[in-house]
Nanobody, 118 residues
Framework: VQLVESGGGSVQAGGSLKLSCTAT????????MSWYRQAPEKEREFLSA????????TYADSVKGRFTISRDNAKNTLYLQMNSLKTEDTAVYVC????????????WGQGTQVTVSS
């Protein structure tokens, strides 16, 4: 399962970005999906997860109310809508696929950089 993120970039504090994660040669609807981020010199941080159907979501307290995870299984794509961005949201954002029906293990993308300036 190869995951590719996109949508990162530079934005001012208070702005918004929408990240996408798609897969090549695999159907993401068979996987639970989540978003993580990693800032320089910090551990990888869980942000949000969504069930295979999209009917269940969870969020870390640090992003609850600002970020929204969603998926479009018809487009084989996972999203993360990020609003009210803060400078501390600056990090590399990575998607993860897990509990895939037809694949063993967890799979990570390479990440997309998000930089929030004041």
């Amino acid at each position: 399962v190869q995951l590719v993120e996109s949508g990162g970039g530079s934005v001012q504090a208070g702005g918004s970005l929408k990240l996408s994660c798609t897969a090549t040669r695999y159907i993401l609807s068979s996987c639970g999906m989540s978003w993580y981020r990693q800032a320089p010199e910090k551990e990888r941080e869980f942000l949000s997860a969504i069930s295979k159907s999209g009917g269940s979501t969870t969020y870390a307290d640090s992003v609850k109310g600002r970020f929204t995870i969603s998926r479009d299984n018809a487009k084989n794509t996972l999203y993360l809508q990020m609003n009210s961005l803060k400078t501390e949201d600056t990090a590399v954002y990575v998607c993860k696929a897990y509990s895939c029906t037809m694949a063993v293990g967890v799979y990570w993308g390479q990440g997309t950089q998000v930089t929030v300036s004041s």
